[in-house]
């Protein structure tokens, strides 16, 4: 499988604080990379610089063989379009339904008429299992729900690469489910993704590699019944098992 995404030797400082210390991945097309590790580890910083959420300070980030320039604006938002992001806290507008949550990205920013906006978010709505839901507002939604619809929104705009921060970190346990549901279907139908989860038996399953990281920097990589199981470093070591007897969350 051809890379599609590469990030070399990313830096993030705030003040005296490196936050992110020069990490380097890739991701062949298709892939799923999980991040775990504890709090502060930089997994959701590092996922807003490979968006540019963040800027980094030193370091690159290639897509399909390309460098991104975040200083271009218009190459920047073409990039944005491709790399699809979902949030821990939904980012929805209150004020739009679930449908014009869909919709309104498929408008603004690739120019489409209302007429087919509508139609392609109805079917990603569809394709999310909220059909039915169209026509509610955030305020009527499950907060499961509502994952649903931004994840519906992402699609919307064929990215190439999703990128999923703690996407189940603020619901219910009992709606954990219906989300980790349109994320393996996204899986089995060949989206690439970078997660951060601490949700450690759904990435067990869905992962084709995970990735460790603690205090900025990548700790260990690999298949996961190998970091979760047999991994080199002992720090890995103790933090699968601290997380295996907390049923899956620090």
Do not use: W
């Amino acid at each position: 499988m051809e890379t599609i995404l590469q990030v070399r030797e990313i830096r993030k400082r705030y003040g005296n604080k490196e936050i992110v210390k020069g990490v380097s991945l890739s991701v062949r097309r298709g892939e799923i990379k999980v991040l775990i590790g504890p709090s502060g580890a930089g997994k959701s910083t590092l996922l807003q610089m490979i968006n540019f959420l963040v800027f980094p300070d030193d370091g690159d980030v290639f897509l399909e063989g390309r460098r991104i320039d975040p200083g271009r604006k218009r190459e920047l938002c073409a990039y944005r379009q491709q790399v699809g992001m979902i949030f821990q806290e939904f980012n929805l507008f209150d004020h739009l339904t679930a449908l014009g949550n869909v919709e309104i990205g498929l408008v603004r920013v690739k120019k489409m008429d209302k007429k087919a906006a509508r139609l392609r978010a109805m079917a990603e709505l569809e394709r999310v299992g909220l059909g039915d839901h169209a026509g509610k507002y955030p305020a009527e939604l499950s907060g499961g729900q509502k994952q649903r619809v931004s994840i519906a929104r992402a699609l919307a705009l064929d990215p190439k690469v999703m990128l999923l921060d703690e996407p189940t970190s603020a619901l219910d346990p009992e709606l954990i489910g219906e989300v980790h549901a349109v994320i393996r279907e996204l899986g089995a139908s060949g989206m690439t993704m970078i997660m951060a989860t601490h949700q450690i038996s759904f990435a067990r399953a869905l992962a084709h590699e995970m990735i460790f990281m603690e205090d900025g920097r990548i700790v260990e990589q690999g298949p996961p019944d190998i970091i979760l199981d047999e991994a080199r470093c002992a720090r890995t070591r103790e933090f699968c098992a601290k997380i295996g007897e907390l049923g899956g969350r620090p």
